[in-house]
C-alpha cells in the first residue's frame, strides 16, 4: 500500500460512494506532491464530479476551492460539503460546461486541478488558449491528471480494452507523446513537466472495487489485461506572462 495521508483521511466506504472512476484523491495526492500551492490560492478543481477531491483540496490543501462541474448537483454538493464540515467560505459549487468557458472574471484562479476530467474535453488544441487560460492569471499553474494509453492503439485495440469499452469511448484516451504534441501547440501555456504517474493500478483497483454499474462494468477490461495497455498521464503547465509591447 502507497503512503498517500491526505486521502487516507477520507474513510473506504465514503470513498466508494463518491468516486466516479480511478481513485481520484490518490491521482490528485500524487499529482500535487511537489506542487506547493500557498494555502488560500484560488483553485478550480475543474471536472470536480461529486466533489470529493474538491473536499481534498480544501481541507486537506487550504485551498479556496471551485467546485466546477457540468453533471453535478451544486445543491447535492454543497450538503456533501458541509457535511464534510469544510467552511462555506472555502468551497464554492459551481455548475459550468468546462468546453464552452467558465463562468468567471479573467485572471480568477491561480491554479487549475483537474483529476480524470481534461481528456474529455481538451483534446483540441485551441482549448487551452480560447477556453481555459483567460480565467487564470499570468504564472498560475494548470496541474492535470487524465487516463492515458501506454502507446496509442486506436488502429488495433487490444480485446482486452474492448471488454469494457467501445472504440468511440477509448478516443478519449492517448499516449504522452500525443498529449505532449497538441498541449505543445498552446501559445498561451508553457509544458513544466509530463509524466506517467505511479499510483495507476491502486487507483484502479480501488475503482473495481467499488459496487456500481461504471465500476462492474470496467471489471472485465481490468481482469483481461486492460492496464498492461493503460496508464496516467500527470501534466504541469503554466500559463505564460504576456510580453509588453
Not at 158 to 165: D, G, I, K, V
Not at 171 to 200: F, N, P, Q
Amino acid at each position: 500500500m502507497s503512503n498517500f495521508p491526505r486521502s487516507n483521511a477520507f474513510g473506504p466506504n465514503l470513498v466508494k460512494s463518491k468516486i466516479m472512476g480511478p481513485n481520484p484523491l490518490k491521482l490528485c495526492e500524487e499529482l500535487l506532491a511537489d506542487a506547493n500551492l500557498p494555502r488560500g490560492s484560488r483553485t478550480c478543481d475543474l471536472g470536480s464530479g461529486a466533489g470529493i477531491t474538491s473536499v481534498m483540496l480544501a481541507r486537506e490543501y487550504g485551498l479556496d476551492t471551485y467546485a466546477v462541474d457540468l453533471w453535478s448537483d451544486p445543491t447535492e454538493n454543497r450538503a456533501f460539503f458541509r457535511e464534510m464540515n469544510v467552511p462555506d467560505a472555502l468551497i464554492h459549487p459551481i455548475k459550468a460546461d468546462a468546453s464552452e468557458g467558465l463562468p468567471f472574471a479573467e485572471g480568477f484562479f491561480d491554479a487549475v486541478v483537474s483529476i480524470d476530467s481534461y481528456n474529455y474535453y481538451g483534446r483540441d488544441p485551441r482549448y487551452l488558449d480560447e477556453k481555459l487560460l483567460p480565467y487564470l492569471k499570468a504564472g498560475a499553474k494548470l496541474y492535470l491528471s487524465i487516463p492515458g494509453m501506454k502507446q496509442d492503439c486506436h488502429d488495433n485495440l487490444p480485446e482486452c480494452l474492448l471488454a469494457s469499452w467501445t472504440p468511440d469511448q477509448l478516443e478519449y484516451m492517448h499516449d504522452i507523446d500525443w498529449w505532449h504534441a497538441m498541449i505543445g501547440k498552446s501559445v498561451g501555456a508553457r509544458i513544466l513537466d509530463m509524466h506517467v504517474m505511479k499510483c495507476t493500478r491502486e487507483a484502479w483497483a480501488d475503482w473495481i472495487a467499488c459496487d456500481n454499474e461504471y465500476a462492474r462494468g470496467d471489471r472485465a477490461a481490468v481482469a483481461a489485461g486492460a492496464l498492461d495497455y493503460l496508464n496516467t498521464i500527470a501534466i504541469t503547465l503554466e500559463k505564460k506572462q504576456l510580453a509588453r509591447i
